[in-house]
C-alpha cells in the first residue's frame, strides 16, 4: 500500500507537515511512505490557454514540476493532505497547482479512486474561513475521493499534534487504514454540502440550498434535531463525471471559437494598446 503526504505549508517543522507525518507514522510499518511539500516544487502560473482541454492532452507548460506531483499521486493508493488556513482560504500552492488542474478535466477515466484525508490547521478560533473547501476541490481536481476531513486550531508549532487534534488526526489514519464508504462524515455541527463537505452554502429564502463549490442542490428542511440538508444523490454538480464532461467540451468549444474570431479580437484589444498607465516597481 502507498500512502502519499501533501504538505501545502512553507513553514518547516510547522502543524501541517507534523500532522502529516502523524497520519503517515500512525499508518502500517508495511504501508510504502512518501511527502510532497508544495512549496517545494517549480509550479508556473496558469494562463487560461485552454489547450490542455482534450482528453489525453497534457498541459502545454514545460518544464516545472506538475508532472511529477501528478505522476506521484496517480500512484498513490491512499493520499493525505494537510494545508494551513492562510487569510480565511488554503494557502496560496494550493490555489497555484488547482489553476493548473484543469488539464486533468477530462483525465479522470485515468484515475483510479483513491481514498484522501485532509487535515486543515487554522491559528485562530473562527477563522478558518474556506480553507477546508479549497483543499476539498484540490483534492476533487485530482480525482480524489474525499473520505474525511478535520479542521484543527492550532496556533504554535506542534499544536497540531495535540490533544484533541492529535485524536483527529488519528481518526483520519483509521478511516485511510480501514476504508469508508459512501459520503464523508460531517466533521462540524455545521450544515455541509453531502457532496463536497462545504459549508459555504447559498441559502434563499424559499429554503433551497446551493453549494458554492461543486454547485450541489438542496432544500433545507426541518429534521428531529433542527434544521437539516435534503438533496437528490443523483443531482449532478459540478464534480461528477458528467459535469466534468460538459466542462470540458464548454473550454473546447470556446477555445475554437477564439480561433475562428481572432481577427476581432486583436482589433478590439488594439484599440486599449495605447493606453498606458502601468506603474512598475524600479529595479537595480
Known sequence: MRVLGIISSPRKGGNSELAAKEILNTLPDSWEKSMINLNELNIKTYTACYGCVPEGVKCKIKDDDLDFLIRHVKHADKVV??????????????????????????????????????????????????????????????????????????????????????????????????????????????????????????????????CCVCAGEGRLVQGENGLKMEYDPSFNHHLTHKSLDIHADYLTEKKQLFLDTRKEIKALQAKYADLDWWVRPERK
Do not use: Q
Not at 98 to 122: G, Q
Not at 132 to 141: I, M, N, P, Q, S
Not at 144 to 172: F, Q, Y
Not at 176 to 189: A, D, F, K, Q, R
Open 81 to 210: 493532505i494537510a494545508t494551513p488556513a492562510y487569510m480565511l482560504g488554503g494557502h496560496t500552492m494550493l490555489k497555484r497547482v488547482l489553476d493548473r488542474l484543469i488539464s486533468l478535466v477530462s483525465d479522470y477515466k485515468l484515475f483510479h479512486p483513491t481514498d484522501c484525508v485532509i487535515a486543515v490547521s487554522y491559528g485562530f478560533d473562527g477563522w478558518e474561513g474556506l480553507s477546508k473547501e479549497d483543499a476539498v476541490l484540490f483534492a476533487r481536481k485530482f480525482h480524489l475521493k474525499v473520505i474525511g476531513t478535520e479542521l484543527m486550531l492550532a496556533t504554535l508549532p506542534g499544536d497540531s499534534v495535540k490533544g484533541e487534534n492529535l485524536e483527529k488526526l488519528h481518526r483520519l489514519a483509521a478511516l485511510l487504514e480501514n476504508g469508508h464508504e459512501g459520503l464523508p462524515e460531517p466533521t462540524s455541527t455545521a450544515l455541509e454540502c453531502p457532496f463536497c463537505s462545504s459549508t459555504a452554502l447559498h441559502i434563499h429564502p424559499d429554503g433551497k440550498l446551493r
